[in-house]
């Protein structure tokens, strides 16, 4: 089992930053890719972020201002977003898998609470 807690939600003006982190527990967090996934009201949970080791993945709708990094040492993963837009607001979470790159949120058997980010215009 890995259990997740995200942290750093909340609510922005457009183009402004936010950090979120994820802090892991459980089984070796080091053997896990951890995943972003966001779900905005009425929308289907989608793909943001993942990174593996020393790979990072993030998806073409948020490339360029948001980055993916982790702490192996904190075990902790953390979602770096800026120039935030209103469409970035939605519900963002936290997950991960030992079974290698996935971006398919059903390929995640891990998941955190969820924290929310709300961008005003």
């Known amino acids: 089992q890995v259990q997740l807690v995200e942290s750093g939600g909340g609510l922005v003006q457009a183009g402004d930053s936010l950090r979120l982190s994820c802090a892991a527990s459980?089984?070796?967090?080091?053997?896990?890719?951890m995943g972003w996934f966001r779900q905005a009201p009425g929308k289907e949970r989608e793909f943001v972020a993942l990174?593996?080791?020393?790979?990072?993945y993030v998806a073409d709708s948020v490339k360029g201002r948001f980055t993916i990094f982790r702490d192996n040492a904190k075990n902790t993963v953390y979602l770096q977003m800026n120039s935030l837009k209103s469409e970035d607001t939605a519900v963002y979470y936290c997950?991960?898998?030992?079974?290698?790159?996935?971006?398919?949120?059903?390929?995640?058997?891990?998941w955190g609470q969820g924290t929310q980010v709300t961008v005003i215009s």
């Open positions: 459980g089984r070796t967090f080091r053997g896990h890719v």
């Open positions: 990174i593996s080791g020393a790979s990072a």
């Open positions: 997950a991960a898998t030992p079974g290698g790159i996935r971006t398919r949120d059903v390929d995640y058997p891990y």
